[in-house]
């Protein structure tokens, strides 16, 4: 829809003038399907309310139509999908959301409309549906039956099954003093803090800087509150190591002062399109001292009906007059039991809404009440409010005097405060604890247990000019703590003001409706008091079972009037019933900002082989093998992967093909004690390799279990090359510098982990060693000269290069290392002199099916953690004289038993077509269970049938014995056999 | 592989991936009396001995852990040789093929570097001569600092050059708009 060319709406709520909004720029928005406009500076909660919006959401569990709450972070009614399609974003508090034109919002958590909502039967069923009632429907016979009804019923909003087309930016940071905060206290305490030089994060959640003074005006250092915000953000602006972030708010706190902060960077769809435009930015902060300056949240009051869309808070009000320019009724009551909320009856007063009444819990104090008489508003005090009326917005409230005497008074507004309490949640996160301040009635923070400082209205001092002073010797003692000399300048000063005066009342009995504690997850003071008849005791218990402060808001109204309550009703204080444990986040974080760009080909890096253009223009299939992009096969035209598979390794046994093996781990070991070192480590003997020589050799943990395998080379006396399996090329080089420097300090050997610095490339094939003569090489590479299991260094196609015969196939093999940046070079050189030979190159999986034909175990596929040497036929690892790491486990009996799972080879007897890996057998006799399974298992193109290797218990007696295989598909026939299928006597390596 | 002809260039940005001529490992199992001095003559700097620094300019000497120093711009014939004289526990491993070299320079160098390492590279933490081996977006990698433009080099294997140019240029991105971070 076409937003921008409908009229201008009039908003029959926004005040003539006043506000931080900017009159001159009227924005379009929809809300629910209906168009409406706001200005600049609104957010969709005060836009909304502007235009006399009051039903803007449902509740999650009764489904009673919800008008906002508050104004801020602490917003537990208004939650709004924000977006269209993809870009929709749910369950966002409209109080977060700023305006921008043609934003499309919806409410959550109701079908299908806030207007008329079917889930709002629940709200008449309620009786049935009270704390735990969930619990309460696991009975026999069918613990489940209504499992899956209320799962559908339970959640808030929708995630669109669409890839998310937001950008999401992570980034690290560090600072000296990071101050979470932007309000009076925080500024104070980053202006100190940058004054003396050091490195200064300020992070505000909220589009501006200010926080309460935006709503509540106040004279510092002489100025009015705008104009003492716009010197010191000029002021924070010039200093050079001073960082202000705006629109984000601190959500995690970590040991060592690490703090999580999420800044929302753009909303509007319109330029999040644009390359590069991030949604939200996820920062870690590193912070040498962090000062808390969070501030308060006012507490709602606990009385039938405090849910109605029209019952606010009393601070939230003077949000929406003086920053928003947005009346948020006509005729307004305000329900107190402190001082603070009479100034909202001012504001209202001020800006032109009637209020009909300040209902005070208390004796009012003289100088106020002289003047509410000033502005002639009606005082009930000693009286509360016990009741309301409206089911779409507030009618009535009813009022109850000290003598218990009732009236009605109409009224669409109630402005409603039970003090306030410091925003502690991060304060808990970093693992300190709160206390309850009697005289206050709040939960302030004890003794900080990390680098920090809590000042204002977070550590409850929640007058200004206190609470500047505490923040600027804040910022002074986190600088001395850091050693930094601060610069010597004076707190900023506010005017004195009275001290404010606050009677707890946590909650008011005697109405008939339901009064909600916990309104986001519908938690109602009756709840609480069945809960405590239930024999709940401890706080959490009370939590999980009544789901207080368990949803996304995290309890940031409710939590402190529930433990109150908790508390007079178990009888006891409100320090000993504690606190629940608060975690990250504080609001709810897209899991989208926590992955940031790591998504896609970004998700996490993979590696490619030197040769790896090569093979792309050769047709090659790349897949993912232990980190490396390495090719599975070469697709010719038409070619399926399979026939490619069958087409390289048959080639390999025919004429020659051409393998890159640059992956293969490499690490030099060098020193006097090299051999005595790797006797040590391998599991046979290395000291006894000639020069010039190789020998394979398995690596086994001290469990004796299996951990690698490889080629180890004798470059020279103290000097070997051992190589390691592609995936173990980083864990053995770490494996053995452990070993060195823990335990055999004595041994003078150094390990130099040099695997990326070669590239390999395999010849294997009949036709290999005419292949490397026509390439060109200095080494004599006759079978005499350069033998089977031998390494020479030379040249080959003019590249320097280390020539090591080994063979992984089965067939004459030339391992040929040469530095990787050469590896483009002999790959040309190699197919243009293998071309007549019929030279293929050849992937990984062509590659897994020849040495599946020999027998050649392969770690990790073959073996698993349990897999000891004696269980792959190495019983004369036993017969080794010197000690190596695993010995003494193979020589338990358990490491010994005949019984264990042993690597044989299999035949299928049913026909040629190849068992499936993975599928478990049964020996003879045996009708249930398993025997073993299989662990590999290939089509053999040169055998023409299927050849297979498998773990059997007790394996290597049982050769020739008959095994039925259960597949998929049902059984099948086959037999144990030697693990060679291919050559078994190895003629084929020593030509 | 042979394609190093890839550069990011933005206003308060550049990425230029280098191909490091000679580069290795220097490797001393039991360094003896005075022997980490005598490598001056050949490498034209004694070996650092403090961690995380880097000494020279054409020829760099970089502390990567306890008697281990990786060495940049000096032939390995050169270091190979003496290294072999001297015999015993001592290694060079010529490493200038496995690795490579993202060189970022510009007024947002550090912002950039800051997505994908939680190192400190403020100039009070990192100098000039700083070395640090570290993860750089999963990828281990040594970072050092070459002035104070400022301009830094990651070494890192080669094997990732493909992925490290793909996060680069994804970035950057944000640094090639009007209203991006600054420091």
Redesign the interface.
């Known amino acids: 829809m076409n937003l921008r060319s409908q009229p201008l709406r009039s908003q029959p709520h926004r005040l003539p003038t006043g506000g931080l909004i900017d009159r001159d720029r009227p924005l379009r928005f929809t809300f629910a399907g209906r168009r409406y406009t706001g200005y600049a500076g609104d957010t969709l909660a005060s836009a909304l309310l502007a235009n006399g919006v009051r039903v803007l959401g449902r509740s999650f569990k009764y489904h009673r139509p919800r008008g906002l709450l508050g104004a801020g972070a602490e917003e537990p009614n208004v939650l709004v999908t924000v977006g269209e399609g993809a870009w929709a974003v749910p369950n966002l508090r409209a109080t977060e959301v700023p305006l921008y034109d043609g934003l499309v919002a919806a409410p959550v958590n109701c079908w299908p409309g806030v207007g008329f909502d079917i889930g709002a039967i629940n709200n008449v069923f309620s009786r049935f549906l009270s704390a735990g009632f969930y619990y309460k429907t696991f009975m026999w016979p069918d613990w489940h039956l209504f499992e899956g009804f209320i799962r559908k019923a339970a959640g808030l909003g929708k995630v669109e099954n669409l890839p998310d087309p937001h950008r999401y930016?992570?980034?690290?940071?560090?600072c000296d003093v990071l101050v979470i905060g932007g309000g009076p206290a925080g500024i104070a305490a980053a202006r100190a803090a940058a004054r003396s030089g050091a490195?200064v994060l300020l992070v505000e959640q909220d589009a501006v800087l200010g926080g309460r003074l935006n709503h509540d005006d106040a004279m510092i250092d002489g100025l009015g509150a705008p104009a003492w915000i716009r010197s010191a953000e000029r002021e924070l602006a010039q200093a050079p190591e001073t960082?202000i972030l705006r629109n984000t708010a601190a959500v995690g706190y970590f040991d060592h002062n690490l703090v999580a902060l999420l800044e929302r960077v753009e909303w509007d769809p319109a330029r999040l399109a644009?390359?590069?435009?991030?949604a939200c930015r996820f920062w870690?902060v590193?912070a040498g001292r962090v000062i808390l300056a969070t501030g308060a949240i006012e507490r709602p009051l606990v009385f039938g009906g405090n849910d109605r869309p029209g019952v606010m808070l009393a601070s939230a009000l003077r949000q929406y007059v003086n920053r928003y320019g947005v009346a948020p009724g006509r005729r307004a009551v305000i329900f107190t039991n402190n001082d603070d909320a009479y100034t909202t009856a001012f504001c209202l007063a001020d800006a032109g809404v009637e209020v009909a009444a300040l209902v005070d819990a208390r004796k009012a104090p003289e100088d106020l009440a002289a003047q509410l008489r000033g502005r002639g508003i009606a005082l009930h005090d000693m009286s509360v409010i016990c009741d309301t009326r409206g089911y779409k917005g507030l009618k009535a409230v009813r009022l109850r005097d000290a003598s218990g005497r009732m009236g009605w008074i109409d009224c669409d507004l109630l402005g409603m405060s039970g003090g306030a309490n410091p925003t502690a949640h991060l304060f808990c996160q970093s693992g300190g604890r709160l206390r309850y301040d009697e005289e206050q009635a709040l939960l302030r923070p004890g003794p900080a247990v990390q680098a920090m400082e809590v000042a204002g209205g977070a550590n409850g001092t929640l007058a200004l000019g206190p609470a500047l002073e505490e923040a600027h010797a804040a910022a002074m003692r986190a600088l001395e703590g850091m050693g930094q000399m601060p610069a010597a300048i004076p707190a900023p000063r506010a005017q004195a003001s009275r001290t404010a005066t606050i009677t707890p009342l946590w909650s008011v009995a005697g109405g008939k409706s339901k009064a909600f504690v916990d309104f986001q997850n519908d938690v109602t003071l009756a709840d609480i008091g069945q809960a405590h008849r239930e024999n709940f005791v401890s706080v959490e218990h009370l939590k999980r079972y009544t789901t207080l402060g368990m949803a996304p808001d995290q309890g940031k109204t409710s939590g402190v009037n529930a433990l109150a309550i908790m508390a007079s009703l178990s009888g006891q204080s409100i320090d000993a019933t504690g606190t629940t444990t608060y975690r990250f986040p504080f609001t709810p974080v897209p899991l989208g900002a926590l992955r940031?760009?790591?998504t896609g080909?970004?998700f996490?890096?993979?590696?490619?082989?030197?040769?790896?253009?090569c093979h792309a223009a050769l047709g090659a299939v790349f897949e993912e093998y232990g980190g490396?992009q390495r090719p599975s096969c070469y697709l010719r035209p038409g070619e399926t992967p399979h026939a490619a598979e069958q087409r390289e390794a048959a080639q390999v046994r025919r004429a020659v093909g051409l393998f890159e093996g640059s992956p293969l781990g490499k690490i030099?070991v060098?020193?006097?004690?090299a051999a005595r070192f790797l006797d040590l480590v391998y599991a046979n003997t290395l000291s006894t390799l000639k020069v010039g020589r190789c020998r394979y050799g398995l690596m086994l943990n001290e469990q004796g279990v299996i951990i690698d395998d490889g080629v180890a080379a004798r470059l020279g006396e103290?000097h070997f090359l051992v190589g390691t399996t592609s995936a173990g090329a980083d864990r053995i080089a770490a494996w053995l510098e452990e070993w060195l420097q823990c335990e055999w300090v004595d041994l003078?050997?150094?390990?130099?982990p040099?695997?990326?610095?070669?590239?390999v490339l395999t010849l294997s094939g009949p036709q290999a060693r005419a292949v490397l003569a026509r390439a060109g090489t200095d080494i004599p590479i006759d079978a005499a000269a350069f033998p089977h299991m031998s390494v020479r260094d030379g040249y080959v196609a003019d590249i320097p290069a280390r020539v090591m015969r080994v063979s992984f196939t089965g067939e004459m093999s030339f391992e040929i290392n040469v530095?990787?940046?050469?590896?483009?070079a002999l790959y040309q050189a190699l197919m243009a002199a293998g071309a007549d030979m019929g030279i293929v190159p050849v992937g990984v999986e062509a590659w897994m099916i020849l040495r599946t034909e020999k027998g050649y175990l392969h770690i990790g596929v073959d073996t698993d953690g349990t897999t000891n040497p004696l269980d792959v036929g190495w019983a004369r690892v036993l017969g080794k004289k010197v000690d190596f790491i695993g010995k003494r486990s193979l020589l338990r009996p358990a490491d010994q038993a005949p019984d264990r799972l042993q690597l044989v080879g299999l035949e299928a007897m049913d026909g040629p077509d190849h068992l499936p890996v993975g599928s478990h057998l049964r020996l003879a006799g045996r009708g249930d269970g398993s025997d073993g399974y299989v662990s590999s298992s290939v089509f053999s193109p040169t055998l023409g049938r299927g050849v297979a290797l498998a773990m059997i218990h007790g394996g290597h007696k049982r050769l020739g014995e008959a095994v039925t295989i259960l597949c998929a598909a049902g059984e099948r026939p086959a037999r144990i056999v030697e693990l060679a299928s291919y050559d078994p006597s190895g003629e084929r390596l020593n030509d | 592989?042979?394609?190093l002809d890839w550069r990011i260039e933005m206003p308060g940005l550049s990425v230029t991936q280098v191909h490091p001529a000679f580069l290795g490992?220097l490797?001393?199992?039991?360094p003896q009396g005075t022997e980490r001095e005598g490598y001056m003559s050949i490498l034209g700097h004694a070996l650092p001995q403090q961690p995380n620094i880097m000494v020279g300019q054409d020829r760099r000497l970089f502390w990567l852990s306890p008697c281990e120093w990786m060495i940049e711009g000096v032939p390995p014939a050169i270091v190979i040789d003496h290294v072999q004289a001297l015999?015993?526990?001592?290694?060079y491993?010529?490493?200038?093929?496995?690795?490579t070299i993202f060189e970022i320079s510009g007024s947002v160098a550090r912002?950039l570097l800051?997505?994908g390492?939680?190192?400190?590279f403020?100039p009070?933490?990192f100098g000039v001569d700083h070395c640090v081996r570290t993860l750089f977006?999963?990828?281990g990698v040594l970072v050092a600092r070459l002035d104070d433009g400022p301009t830094f080099r990651i070494y890192a294997?080669?094997?990732?050059?493909?992925?490290l140019r793909?996060?680069f240029s994804?970035?950057a991105?944000?640094?090639?708009?009007q209203d991006h971070l600054t420091?």
Not at chain 1, 670 to 673: A, H, Q, S, Y
Not at chain 1, 819 to 824: E, G, H, T, Y
Not at chain 2, 173 to 177: I, Q, V
């Open positions: 930016e992570t980034c690290f940071a560090h490195r960082r644009t390359p590069g435009q991030a870690q590193r940031g760009s790591a080909p970004l996490r890096p993979v590696r490619r082989m030197p040769g790896h253009a490396w030099e060098k020193g006097p004690d103290d003078d050997v150094v390990i130099a040099v695997t990326a610095q070669w590239g530095p990787a940046d050469r590896v483009d | 592989m042979t394609d490992i490797r001393l199992g039991r015999g015993g526990s001592r290694h491993a010529d490493m200038a093929a496995a690795r912002d800051a997505k390492t939680s190192i400190d403020h009070r933490a977006v999963q990828v294997d080669r094997s990732y050059q493909a992925y793909d996060w994804d970035a991105l944000e640094f090639n708009r420091s």
